[in-house]
């Protein structure tokens, strides 16, 4: 985990899309930003022209499988599969089995994403005990075990009563922690096998509506603002939700919110196939949800991307419809999938691409190493990165232990070909180093 020593000069990579500069890397930090750099005698030197140079990413949600169903993934793989993405930084959602929502259990994944080396693992600690949603877990010791938990999240379950939630609120204040909502009535989603809508009708599925969604993400912001806390918002998948969230951030509460790549990029019609790749929690919704994600991101509504990475082993996601699990995999795929959807479009520049998917998610995941700009002296987490390049999904080639991949068969700009992690490549030539 520490800096190898090795001093690397990367040559005429572009800083965020700008102009083509060297970049030195020694001890485990950046050194030095500019053109003609000199080599020191035992320096490495790396040749990135063309490439893109951005801060590693940050991934504010992912699901690493570890421990309980490491026949989906583990830690040594899905952090692998972040390298290859581009990622030095993910949070590992608690719903594993046991689940996070001990300091035993998270500081046994902490230790075994340290042990992987890939890139740094930030369990996220459940909110209540066993994801039941009936009583606080135990949030102070999670907060102060050798983890540091400070991001907090049933996530796959909503917390959907109010004064837990406005509890999990309260407490988490005393350490400046974060509630992360998977914002789910379940009531209203009780059998919801696809966005209620039009396809929906002529599909004969049973709906799940944008409201379900909505209401709890009203409601969270209401209690945050009630008690003065922060809140985060996961996976936002409507159009009405940010609506909501921009009317909540205007109030100038401590409102956050991601995206996945997946709800930038697809819509409800995929459904149509029947083909269980497309089923995934909270559900693909419409053209025009799509269009007010993209346009959320793009604006700050929005603050950064997560990739919901999901990885289900065949026989969970090769199945019929009704009973395949939900969730996708994302970690190989999210940069490229935000080139086509957000900068192929025009939507965002490369410095935004690294404020959201860098720099907004370390703040909001309270990684203080993470996330920071490319300057000297900062710590060398960085990833280079090739948009010229356009190639077809193949999730044979993914270092995830599942295939799960809703982009498969899609051709897709961009190829992540190296990524540092303070200072040492966890990833070279778009390969494992
Ligand atoms: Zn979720």
Redesign the pocket.
């Known amino acids: 985990m520490t800096a190898d020593g090795t001093t690397w000069v990367i040559r005429g990579a572009r800083p965020l899309g700008g102009e083509p500069a060297d970049i030195t890397v020694a001890d485990g930090a950046i050194t030095g930003i500019g053109p003609g750099a000199a080599a020191p005698s035992g320096a490495q030197v790396l040749d990135a022209s063309g490439l893109i140079a951005l801060p590693g990413l940050v991934d504010l949600h992912s699901h690493l499988r570890e421990p309980g169903r490491e026949d989906a993934e583990t830690i040594e793989t899905g952090t692998l599969a972040a390298a290859l993405g581009g990622f030095t930084a993910v949070h590992a959602m608690a719903n594993t089995d046991p689940v996070a929502d001990t300091a035993g259990v998270t500081e046994q994944i902490w230790r075994l994403g340290r042990a992987a080396g890939r890139c740094d693992v930030q369990p996220v600690g459940a909110v209540t005990a066993g994801l039941a949603g009936s009583r606080l877990a135990e949030l102070g010791a999670m907060a102060e075990s050798a983890a540091r938990v400070r991001v907090f999240s049933d996530?796959?379950h909503c917390v959907s009563d109010a004064v837990l939630m406005r509890r999990a609120l309260e407490y988490v204040k005393a350490f400046d922690g974060v509630i992360a909502q998977?914002a789910q009535e379940p009531t209203l989603t009780e059998g919801a096998q696809m966005n209620e809508g039009v396809a929906s009708g002529r599909l004969g599925l049973a709906g799940w509506p944008a409201v379900a969604e909505e209401a709890v993400i009203a409601r969270d912001c209401l209690l945050a603002a009630h008690v003065d806390s922060a809140l985060h918002i996961?996976?936002v998948s409507t159009a009405g939700s940010v609506e909501i969230i921009r009317w909540a951030k205007s109030k100038g509460w401590r409102v956050t919110a991601e995206v996945t790549p997946h709800h930038l990029l697809l819509t409800d019609d995929l459904v149509a196939t029947y083909d269980p790749v497309y089923k995934v929690?909270p559900p693909l919704r419409t053209a025009t949800d799509v269009a007010a994600l993209r346009e959320a991101l793009a604006d700050g509504t929005i603050d950064c991307v997560a990739t919901?990475h999901a990885p289900h082993p065949v026989e969970d996601k090769e199945t019929e419809w009704a009973v395949a699990a939900h969730g996708m995999t994302g970690l190989e795929t999210a940069l490229r999938v935000v080139q086509e959807a957000m900068v192929d479009t025009g939507l965002l520049g490369w410095p935004e691409v690294a404020d959201r998917m860098s720099a907004r998610p370390a703040v909001i995941g309270r990684l203080a190493g993470q996330g920071r700009p490319l300057a000297p002296g900062e710590p060398a987490n960085l990833v280079l990165y090739n948009p010229a390049t356009r190639e077809v999904v193949d999730p044979a080639t993914h270092a995830s232990r599942s295939r799960n991949s809703p982009f498969a068969g899609m051709t897709l700009p961009g190829q992540v070909m190296a990524t540092f992690l303070r200072g040492r490549p966890t990833v070279l030539d778009g390969k494992p180093a």
């Open positions: 996530d796959g998977h996961c996976h929690n919901d």
